[in-house]
């Protein structure tokens, strides 16, 4: 990477940290993660199939990131359901 690289990466990478799109960016993705790893594992699937290679490891990886979606969404899930069941004994108390 030149010199000239590496200013813009080091000008986009500030934008971004610094101003208003990363916040725009994890905006939308919330609830979203587990379908974009889902969706590069397809698109990966079919570059394969179409005789474009790709490491092995890319698909540990994505299962890998899958799992952690998944489970920070139970998380989330399972959070919600005991907040409920908390606001509804507390109606039943009244």
């Given at each position: ?8 990466a ?59 979606t ?25």
């Open positions: 990477m030149n010199i000239f690289e590496k200013l813009i080091n000008t986009i990478i500030s934008k971004i940290k610094g101003g208003k799109a990363m916040a725009k960016i994890i905006e939308f993705l919330k609830g979203k993660k587990s379908y974009v790893v889902l969706v590069i594992g397809a698109i990966s699937g079919i570059l394969q199939s179409q005789g474009i290679p790709i490491p092995e490891y890319v698909y540990y990886i994505l299962g890998g990131l899958f799992g952690i998944y489970k920070m969404g139970q998380n989330r899930t399972e959070q919600t359901i005991k907040e409920l069941l908390d606001q509804i004994k507390e109606a039943k108390k009244e």
